[in-house]
């Protein structure tokens, strides 16, 4: 993937970010110990290949099936809190660097936030920023035109998998690896 990104930039990423959906609270410790070493492993693989490159990398577990429900005070009611909103305190989890967050609208029932669980970060950004990074990505879902839940390269994991899984029956071809081929 990086050596298709330099083939088209002629330059690569300073920064990667990882969204990684589907990992249970029990699996947290598998993702950091195994995936995150996996992807820091490849990555030292391919930099020696391109002039020892070394991107930051940030790995973020999104977590959408939490109890956790958020709301607003506005006088005597309570209301849902607009998207944008982001708890880093109080509910958060004092062994990981972790926040919530509502980027959706609902108009109907009480918005359930989105975990966003950091187990590696070398970007060493200040959090509101990677906050607002992780909010901005929920705007990049093209089939939508809003806000969703979860960030775009996830919503675009699940489709690529549901129509593999369901309708393709089998891998898709090689040459189909860079293009969007499931929107």
Sequence with gaps: MLAKFYEVNKSLPQRIFVYRD????GQLGTVKDYEV???LN???DFGAAYNNYVPQVSYIVVQKRINAKLLMKRG???????????VDHSITRN???DFYLISQYVTQGTVTP?????????????????????????HLYYNW???IRVPAPCQYAHK??????QVIKKSPAEVLADKLYFL
Excluded: C, W
Aim: net charge negative.
């Design 22 to 25: 589907g990992v249970s609270d």
């Design 160 to 165: 690529a998998a549901n129509m593999v899984g």
């Design 145 to 147: 035109f809003g806000t």
């Design 114 to 138: 989105t975990h966003y669980i950091v187990v590696h970060d070398t970007n060493a950004m200040p959090p509101d920023r990677m906050q607002k990074i992780a909010y901005k990505m929920t």
């Design 42 to 44: 490849a990555l030292q």
């Design 37 to 39: 070493v996996q992807l």
């Design 95 to 97: 062994n990981y660097y």
């Design 76 to 86: 005597a009611e309570l209301d849902n809190p607009p998207p944008g909103s982001v």
